[in-house]
T-cell receptor, first 120, second 117 residues
Framework: AQKITQTQPGMFVQEKEAVTLDCTYDTSDQSYGLFWYKQPSSGEMIFLIY??????QNATEGRYSLNFQKARKSANLVISASQLGDSAMYFCAMREGLGAGGTSYGKLTFGQGTILTVHP | DAGVIQSPRHEVTEMGQEVTLRCKPISGHDYLFWYRQTMMRGLELLIY????????DSGMPEDRFSAKMPNASFSTLKIQPSEPRDSAVYFC???????????????FGPGTRLLVL
């Protein structure tokens, strides 16, 4: 089973509008961290936002917020007031704790990504 | 603060040649990770170090790949001999801690684009 699922291969949004990028995860561990990264066409991986499994409040970082629904195992990224510079590939990732088994501990497991295109 | 530094940024080599990729993590970060990104397999962890000690190398594809971290500010990923299927973007990342807090965020270098002909 996929540990991280991003069901939207591509998304389009109008400049200044908000957009939600979906991410669901699969883990049996109680302790885990969830991340979103942005990869523009230049190729670098840019950290956007982090949510810990024990965090009771949704994480926010400027125009980015994470809609964390633990029972549904979803961690959707919300980008408010989209800008042309937001056009990029977006990856959801998870780091599991020891409860997930030794081979998972430590590493980030990435989804397949969502390509976001912001139209003027 | 300087981010993660990787060199070279681009490498073109011929099959059978040795390739060495280099990484300097963010100062003070105790964890260093090597990832590989391909269209077919996405982003996958190859190996990670804690305080210069390799912790998990289960992602290293085969014996042709080796990684070292001789000190806290330098790591290498070596492929010998290289093959066309090794063509990919190789990222190095570092993090402060494993803590299930923002401190465990992995910060990525710019990557090395490797093409093996």
């Amino acid at each position: 089973a996929q540990k991280i699922t991003q069901t939207q291969p591509g998304m389009f949004v109008q400049e200044k509008e908000a957009v939600t990028l979906d991410c669901t995860y699969d883990t049996s561990d109680q302790s885990y961290g969830l991340f979103w990264y942005k990869q523009p066409s230049s190729g670098e991986m840019i950290f956007l936002i982090y949510q810990g499994s024990y965090d009771e409040q949704n994480a926010t970082e400027g125009r980015y917020s994470l809609n964390f629904q633990k029972a549904r195992k979803s961690a959707n990224l919300v980008i408010s007031a989209s800008q042309l510079g937001d056009s990029a590939m977006y990856f959801c990732a998870m780091r599991e704790g020891l409860g997930a088994g030794g081979t998972s501990y430590g590493k980030l497991t990435f989804g397949q990504g969502t390509i976001l295109t912001v139209h003027p | 603060d300087a981010g993660v530094i990787q060199s070279p940024r681009h490498e073109v080599t011929e099959m059978g040649q040795e390739v060495t990729l280099r990484c300097k993590p963010i100062s003070g970060h105790d964890y260093l990770f090597w990832y590989r990104q391909t269209m077919m397999r996405g982003l996958e962890l190859l190996i990670y170090f804690n305080n210069n000690v390799p912790i998990d190398d289960s992602g290293m594809p085969e014996d042709r790949f080796s990684a070292k971290m001789p000190n806290a500010s330098f790591s290498t990923l070596k492929i010998q001999p290289s093959e066309p299927r090794d063509s990919a973007v190789y990222f190095c990342a570092s993090s402060l801690a494993f803590s299930f807090s923002r401190q465990e965020t992995q910060y990525f270098g710019p990557g090395t684009r490797l093409l093996v002909l």
